[in-house]
């Protein structure tokens, strides 16, 4: 292995990025809704380890799936554990219920998460290997209506962040009654057509022909136009479950497009599968989940999904353990502050210094240190610029701040006791002994 120069060193590895002060305020908005919506319909929050076996992820997102196959961050620990950075938490929540008995817990059982997850993605636009999700799960549940609150959470989610045409992409894939037949179906038709299919799609034919619908290579693209579809091949039951969906969405006018060819990037999934989009002029809603055409996002905007989730009432089977149904889904945080921004939505605002903090001379400062801690106390939120010690640079700090009041302690006011009121607007200056400055303080804010 080569050794990293310097220079390498102090870069952070790719598709990887520190988030700052400014985005950090957009994802904070975002948390604060979601966890408020959330909570209110009854979710609890739960966090998972960053590392888990890596088994945990492997059969039930499928061997074959893109995300195992090529993107996980798999290592041996020195006692010869295979671990796997977490590149989704649906598996996770799983073993999280059956590890800490929440058998025994009222159901359904109601999660909600957020955190980082890791992807050996190329990045691009939109694509990161360690990106953030706040996810919601619903355990123990089988009836139509906890799939339409999920969809209705991430719907109300961004519609209170101030989002419009939001487009919800919806399908059912049916269950391991019908799937198979489906799935016969479908390896038929592009049987037929494998010299057309990319290297990939080939090798996938065999072990699941779903994937194939997932292809975002251009020439598989094109062969899913006539593929047959799934809703003609459910069974009853299925067919019902999603009828049951869709009439609730009705209800609460959750804009939805049936997407025939919707499959999803893991096996887990059955009935149910969605995925959530902002419909934008330049994107048309039927080139939505093109998502590989995401890097020419500059030049012909494609819309990306923010979220997406389904029913994988599969999932706990598939590890092992007794069947138990549910219903998810998650958003991509990092997408949905990029939109944030695009649109203009507004980030959570942070309480402004209506006040700031001035001092001349070595005991003023020691005065002007203490004092910082009885304005927190009173919830009064104040600028300060202690290590500065020129009185033009400290008002001139106030000033660009925009506050109202400067409180200025010098070497006298810090001897006697007392502070100096600058009112910022007028140029007025007022003499107040410190018992008595907080009380004038708030009683000049509030003016
Ligand atoms: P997913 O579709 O793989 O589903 O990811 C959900 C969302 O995470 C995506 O819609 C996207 O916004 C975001 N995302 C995924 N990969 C990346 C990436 N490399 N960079 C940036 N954002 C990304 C799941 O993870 C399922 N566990 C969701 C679920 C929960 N299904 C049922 N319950």
Redesign the pocket.
């Known amino acids: 292995m080569p050794k990293k120069t310097k220079k390498e060193i102090i870069r952070s590895p790719k598709?990887m990025h520190d988030m700052l002060s400014g985005d950090i305020r957009y994802l904070e908005r975002i948390i604060d809704m979601a966890k408020e919506i959330a909570e209110f319909y009854g979710f609890l929050p739960i966090q998972t380890p960053h590392l888990e076996h890596a088994e945990l992820f492997s059969r039930p997102l499928g061997e074959m799936s893109e995300?195992v196959e090529k993107?996980m961050y798999t290592f041996r620990t020195k006692g010869g554990d295979l671990l796997a950075l977490r590149?989704?938490?649906?598996?996770q929540?799983m073993r999280a219920y059956s590890e800490s008995g929440m058998n025994s817990w009222p159901h359904p059982v109601k999660l909600f998460y957020y955190g980082s997850?890791f992807?050996h993605?190329n990045?691009q636009k939109?694509?990161?290997?360690?990106?953030?999700?706040f996810?919601?799960?619903t355990l123990g549940e089988t009836d139509p209506v906890t799939d339409a609150i999920?969809i209705k959470i991430f719907y109300l989610i961004l519609h209170e962040l101030g989002f419009e045409n939001i487009l919800i992409r919806i399908n059912s894939i049916g269950d391991k009654e019908c799937r198979p037949y489906y799935k016969k179906e479908l390896a038929n038709y592009y049987k037929k057509k494998f010299n057309y299919l990319c290297k990939d799609c080939k090798r996938r034919l065999k072990e699941n022909p779903l994937r194939l619908l997932d292809c975002k290579e251009e020439s598989c693209i094109e062969l899913k136009a006539k593929a047959p579809q799934m809703i003609d091949h459910l069974c009853d039951e299925c067919k019902t479950h999603f009828k049951g969906v869709l009439e609730f969405l009705d209800e609460a006018e959750i804009p939805y497009m049936l997407d025939n060819y919707l499959v999803?990037?893991?096996d887990?999934?059955g009935r149910t599968v969605f995925?959530?989009f902002i419909e934008n002029s330049e994107s048309p809603a039927k080139e939505a989940s093109n998502e590989g055409k995401e890097n020419n996002h500059e030049k012909a905007p494609i819309a990306?999904?923010?979220?997406?989730?389904?029913?994988?009432d599969e999932l706990m089977a598939i590890l092992g353990e007794k069947i138990l149904p549910?219903?998810?889904?998650?958003?991509?945080?990092?997408?949905?502050i990029f939109e944030m921004k695009r649109l203009g939505l507004q980030p959570r605002r942070v309480a402004q210094p209506r006040v700031f903090l001035i001092q001349i001379g070595s005991t003023a400062k020691k005065r002007g240190f203490s004092l910082m801690e009885e304005l927190r106390e009173e919830r009064i939120p104040v600028g300060e610029s202690l290590s500065r010690d020129n009185l033009k640079t400290q008002l001139n700090i106030a000033a660009k701040i925009g506050v109202r009041f400067a409180l200025i302690i010098g070497q006298k006011e810090a001897m006697e006791g007392s502070v100096i009121i600058r009112n910022m607007d007028e140029g007025t200056q007022e003499v107040v002994m410190q018992n008595k400055l907080i009380e004038k303080i708030k009683a000049g804010l509030k003016k």
Do not use: H, K, N
């Open positions: 598709g995300v993107q590149p989704e938490a649906t598996a929540i997850f992807r993605e990045p939109g694509r990161f290997r360690e990106f953030r999700q996810g919601l799960e999920i999803r990037g893991f887990y999934y995925e959530i990306i999904a923010l979220g997406g989730g389904g029913r994988y549910a219903v998810g889904g998650a958003f991509g945080l990092e997408r949905i």
